[in-house]
């Protein structure tokens, strides 16, 4: 029965995994499909396909038909990658993939890799300079210099930072204090960080039994016993894509066994009925797939907790346990794993998700609870608090 509990948990969490899998892999290439990333080359051609940058000089678009053609600054003249616009732009006498920021009288541009430093241009009378670490000084005062020439006074001089918002701060005060406000465009943004508190609860259903080292029978096991997890979990990061969900929970876990060996002599036996609360801490790490209406996702990550209100019920047969035993075996930390994969639904109500949770936990007890630990199948309902 314990091999075949195990075998079957296991199983299923790969089978619900790949079900996973494969419908975000069909839903990504839905959503590549209504909106793909596209080049425009010199001769004003729309090329659509999946836009790679390599460097500010190359760039790599690939389709369904090919494995990948690269293309340099003197190719094409615009990319589109994930929502952000790339131009072709001349930075001292070389030509450069530059990802506009703002557009205006002045220009704001960066350039950024995963592997690389983030980079930053200004184009001001129509050359783009190279804005580094240690000129950055220099053209903020002046900057803002020139607009104290211009008696500028209701706008507030930002704070010079080397940095994209303190760049874009700077640059939308001066087109505004040259009277260009009104025409510049604002073309990126970078995202917050986004805090979305959630509630959750669920069903659990738990298999404990004793570890190899324990010096009770480790093949005796405990009966499945229901319980109940409820939570709230904060999403650390972007809807899509890798995120962080601490968070704060309560469970409770049931669980019975009868004629446990007792190692005093080869008759002592005792039956064990548990009624355990948690207040435990989960750390997931959740990767969600792309999706219009759902969002498919995995999740993965340590849990700790520690028990209170724990009710054990033990009946020994053949022996008496002595005075003050019960307050001496009793449940206490709890630490383990956490994996799940469930489904997101972005349009109902403020966001709600079903979840399958599997769990394997340790306990830190003493006495006959000692090298106990179980695992657990939750099926979990979640609700945003906010959109």
Excluded: W
């Excluded at 080359?41 to 396909?49: A, K, N, P, Y």
């Excluded at 020994?316 to 469930?342: N, Q, T, V, W």
Aim: proline fraction near 3%; charged fraction near 20%; aromatic fraction near 12%.
């Amino acid at each position: 029965m314990k091999i075949l509990f195990e075998s079957n948990l296991i199983n299923f969490f790969k089978i619900i995994t790949f079900a996973v899998l494969i419908t975000s892999s069909f839903n990504a290439q839905g959503q590549e499909n209504v909106k793909q990333d596209y080049i425009v080359s010199i001769q004003g051609d729309t090329l659509r396909g999946k836009v790679k940058f390599k460097s500010d000089s190359q760039l790599i678009l690939s389709d369904a038909n090919s494995g990948g053609k690269t293309y340099g600054p003197e190719e094409i003249k615009a990319a589109y990658d994930k929502g952000n616009y790339y131009s072709v732009e001349n930075v001292m006498g070389t030509k450069k993939f530059l990802h506009q920021v703002i557009i205006g009288n002045t220009s704001l541009y960066q350039f950024k890799l995963p592997t690389s430093k983030e980079q930053f241009y200004l184009k001001l009378n129509d050359t783009v300079l190279a804005v580094t670490k240690n000129l950055f000084p220099g053209i903020s005062n002046f900057l803002v210099s020139q607009c104290k020439e211009t008696n500028y006074t209701t706008g507030t001089v930002p704070n010079l930072n080397y940095s994209l918002s303190g760049l874009s701060a700077l640059v939308i005060y001066y087109n505004t204090c040259k009277g260009f406000g009104d025409t510049q465009v604002v073309k990126y943004v970078p995202k917050k960080i986004q805090l979305k508190p959630q509630v959750y609860l669920g069903a659990d259903m738990s298999r404990f039994k004793y570890g190899e080292k324990s010096r009770n029978n480790a093949e005796d096991e405990f009966e499945t016993g229901l319980g109940f997890v409820a939570g709230v979990s904060v999403k650390l990061g972007n809807d899509t894509g890798l995120s962080f969900r601490p968070g704060l929970q309560f469970s409770h876990k049931s669980a019975s066994v009868k004629n446990l060996p007792v190692p005093i002599n080869n008759t002592t036996t005792v039956d064990l009925a548990l009624s355990v609360n948690f207040i435990e801490v989960p750390l997931l790490f959740r990767y969600s797939f792309k999706g219009k209406n759902f969002r498919p996702f995995i999740a993965l990550g340590p849990h700790v907790g520690t028990a209170f209100l724990s009710d054990i019920e033990r009946t020994p047969h053949r022996f008496s346990y002595y005075e003050g035993y019960e307050e001496d075996s009793k449940f206490e930390m709890k630490y383990g794993i956490l994996g799940e994969a469930g489904v997101y639904f972005n349009d109902i109500l403020k966001g709600m998700e079903v979840k399958l949770r599997a769990e394997k936990s340790y306990y830190e007890n003493d006495m006959d609870l000692e090298y106990l630990q179980n695992s657990s199948l939750q099926l979990l309902i979640g609700f945003n608090i906010n959109k």
